[in-house]
């Protein structure tokens, strides 16, 4: 049982091009999130999404796109990245009437 | 405002000690609690939770936390440490108008041989 996967777990990119993170989950949960994790700042939430199709804005969304097309499927695209974005990118899912969220690995980008 | 505190940023405590790791909490209403564990390089993972009822709560790798509605509390406790148990540790409740989890910033568990 594998979870929840993300991809790329790391990625280096230039200041102004697009890149997206992907994250699957195997299970059919409900909820899914994006957080970024930054030293000083702990977990902020960017997008999450109750389902397909319906997502919603966190603490931070400024500079994220975010899709749900199909319920494994949650991929957060920066359209411009910027130097300020360069951090740890973790995707999380919980069932619905469910508390609790699970995590994915991580995905650790550097903005050059 | 919900929030969650850790007051401990950093804690080190030698192998075989006991540990404890505090949290606060400021909500109005009755919380749902989680603590996460996050070892280096890795994603966060559930340790344990309260819902309700016993307020002494098991988890996995042999931590426990207790529920104190008076001193808005859920300190995170092992009897003895093992180096293994090296990592970082969040606290996390929930806000039921959204299930969304408000973090605490963490505490960094440091193991002294």
């Known amino acids: 049982d594998a979870g929840i996967t993300q991809s790329p777990r790391y990625k280096i990119t230039e200041t102004g091009r697009q890149v997206t993170l992907m994250c699957h989950q195997t299970?059919?949960?409900?909820?899914m999130f994006w957080y970024r994790q930054d030293l000083g700042h702990g977990l902020r939430l960017i997008y999450y999404s109750a389902a397909a199709d319906i997502t919603d804005k966190g603490e931070v969304p400024d500079g994220y796109v975010v899709s749900r097309s199909k319920t494994e499927n949650f991929p957060l695209t920066l359209e411009s990245a910027t130097r300020s974005q360069t951090s740890v990118y973790f995707c999380?899912?919980?069932?619905?009437?469910?508390?609790?969220?699970?995590f994915g690995p991580g995905t650790r980008l550097t903005v050059t | 405002a919900q929030s969650v505190t850790q007051p401990d940023i950093h804690i080190t405590v030698s192998e075989g000690a006991s540990l404890e790791l505090r949290c606060n909490y400021s909500y109005g209403a009755t919380p749902y609690l989680f603590w996460y564990v996050q070892s280096p390089g890795q994603g966060l993972q559930l340790l344990l939770k309260y819902f309700s009822g016993d307020t002494l709560v098991q988890g996995i790798k042999g931590f426990e936390a207790e529920f104190k509605r008076s001193q808005s509390s859920f300190n995170l406790r092992k009897p003895s440490v093992h180096w293994s148990d090296a990592a970082e540790y969040f606290c996390a409740v929930v806000m039921d108008s959204n299930y969304q989890l408000i973090w605490g910033a963490g505490t960094k568990l440091i193991i002294k041989p």
């Open positions: 999380a899912a919980r069932r619905e009437g469910k508390y609790e969220q699970y």
């Open positions: 299970w059919s949960h409900s909820y």
